[in-house]
């Protein structure tokens, strides 16, 4: 209910009232749960993110290349923000640039993206082996550095919505490749998945 409403209207707009009226709750039931606005907002934020992070990091599809599957993944995302443009800004545009809270919950969506990302690449790799101390370790660096990328174009996508999303996240898959087939001593395997004939 709250995303929905987040995702109709600009947060300026919603009134904590309003929230109450349309959960069929009173409002001081609401301020029992919720402090303020901004703190409701922050709790459906959180849970957009746990919903999005479920839907992006489903098993690959059979056959499809590492390319393909970061390439989707970031698609996933810019179409979400598309579907609620609202909410989007206010996020990732308006308040959540600077409310400590949302910062908070944009930097656990992106440490549960990088765990999820090394453990695709160890999977990649196949070996059934822990990858060496510095190989890991440069590669979390690398998809460090690319989420913070990527979570900006998905940002800058929600400020300049005509963009072409699939022309983005394209450019968000080979950056992430690009970048991975770079850190010395990967796996054979692995760099192999991330060669350019492989996109």
């Known amino acids: 209910m709250g995303a929905e409403i987040f995702g109709q209207r600009p947060y300026d707009e919603v009134r904590i009232d309003e929230i109450a009226e349309r959960a069929g709750v009173s409002r001081a039931l609401m301020y029992h749960y919720f402090p303020d606005k901004r703190a409701f907002f922050a709790a459906v934020v959180k849970g957009q993110a746990d919903r999005l992070f479920e839907t992006t990091n ?3 599809t059979p056959g499809q290349n590492l390319f393909g599957e970061v390439r989707d993944g970031v698609l996933a995302y810019m ?3 598309q579907e609620h443009p609202h909410a989007a ?3 990732y545009v308006g308040l959540g640039r600077s409310d400590p809270v949302l910062l908070g919950i944009d930097d656990e969506a992106k440490d549960r993206q990088m765990e999820h990302i090394m453990s ?3 999977e990649v790799d196949g070996s059934g082996s822990h990858l060496a101390p510095d190989v890991e ?3 979390r660096i690398v998809v460090h550095g690319w989420l913070a990328l990527t979570f900006e174009f998905c940002r800058q996508r929600i400020i ?3 963009t072409d ?3 983005l996240s394209n450019s968000c898959a080979h950056s992430l490749l690009d ?3 770079r850190v010395n001593n990967i796996p054979e395997a692995l760099a192999k998945a991330v060669a350019p004939d492989q996109r």
Request: avoid cysteine.
């Open 160 to 162: 300049h919505p005509e």
């Open 89 to 91: 800004w206010a996020a």
């Open 79 to 81: 179409q979400y923000h």
């Open 120 to 122: 695709r690449i160890v």
């Open 165 to 167: 999303a699939g022309h």
């Open 58 to 60: 489903t098993p690959p």
């Open 137 to 139: 370790r440069d590669l």
């Open 179 to 181: 970048a991975i087939i």
